[in-house]
T-cell receptor, first 116, second 114 residues
Framework: NAGVMQNPRHLVRRRGQEARLRCSPMKGHSHVYWYRQLPEEGLKFMVYLQKENIIDESGMPKERFSAEFPKEGPSILRIQQVVRGDSAAYFC??????????????FGPGTRLTVL | TQLLEQSPQFLSIQEGENLTVYCNSSSVFSSLQWYRQEPGEGPVLLVTVVTGGEVKKLKRLTFQFGDARKDSSLHITAAQTGDTGLYLCAGAGIRNGGYQKVTFGTGTKLQVIP
């Protein structure tokens, strides 16, 4: 049973380019969460999605960032016109349920974005 | 905004020593989770505690949830080099949307020296 998959693992972009990060949740999971992590720091919540719906995007910058989780295919985190401050590790997590006190989020290996 | 402060931020100890990591907040959480993250990887869940005062043991690791469900501690007995990593606590709360939003702590970087 494959875990959460993210690709690419490493992504290098120049300022002004677009970055697309993909996340395939665990089989049977319909809830996806995106987090950002700076070096030596904890994870910052960005957005929570269910299939075809954004449930909570309170942690995502209003400009240049967008996320989707289509009916078919992986979840995509898209960053337009990247700046150096976007350099970070981006993690995706998935869960089978939502609203359960003991529900577990399973994390992928992350995508490390470097903006030159 | 719910904040979780972890202490210490960095810890370097000799193999065989004991250590305790703390996770504190002014907010109440419905559950609290501990993760360990190794360089270049995603966090891996170690344990979830739900009930105030709850104590869970995982081999040499002992986790405790505060009575008021605002704080937690992780105690490692006889540390091994394999325990090296970034330890993250995460508090889960139920929002109006009915899902488990997780707030991560600031992290404790542990280095166990052979």
């Amino acid at each position: 049973n494959a875990g959460v998959m993210q690709n690419p693992r490493h992504l290098v972009r120049r300022r002004g380019q677009e970055a697309r990060l993909r996340c395939s949740p665990m089989k049977g999971h319909s809830h996806v969460y995106w987090y950002r992590q700076l070096p030596e720091e904890g994870l910052k919540f960005m957005v929570y999605l269910q299939k075809e719906n954004i449930i909570d995007e309170s942690g995502m910058p209003k400009e240049r960032f967008s996320a989707e989780f289509p009916k078919e295919g992986p979840s995509i985190l898209r960053i337009q016109q990247v700046v150096r401050g976007d350099s970070a590790a981006y993690f995706c997590a998935s869960s089978p349920l939502a609203g359960s006190t003991t529900d577990t989020q399973y994390f992928g290996p992350g995508t490390r974005l470097t903006v030159l | 905004t719910q904040l979780l402060e972890q202490s210490p931020q960095f810890l370097s100890i000799q193999e065989g020593e004991n250590l305790t990591v703390y996770c504190n907040s002014s907010s109440v959480f419905s559950s609290l989770q501990w993760y360990r993250q190794e360089p270049g990887e995603g966090p891996v869940l170690l344990v979830t505690v739900v009930t105030g005062g709850e104590v869970k043991k995982l081999k040499r690791l002992t986790f405790q949830f505060g009575d008021a469900r605002k704080d937690s501690s992780l105690h490692i007995t006889a540390a091994q080099t394999g325990d090296t990593g970034l330890y993250l606590c995460a508090g889960a709360g139920i929002r109006n949307g009915g899902y488990q939003k997780v707030t991560f702590g600031t992290g404790t970087k542990l280095q166990v020296i052979p």
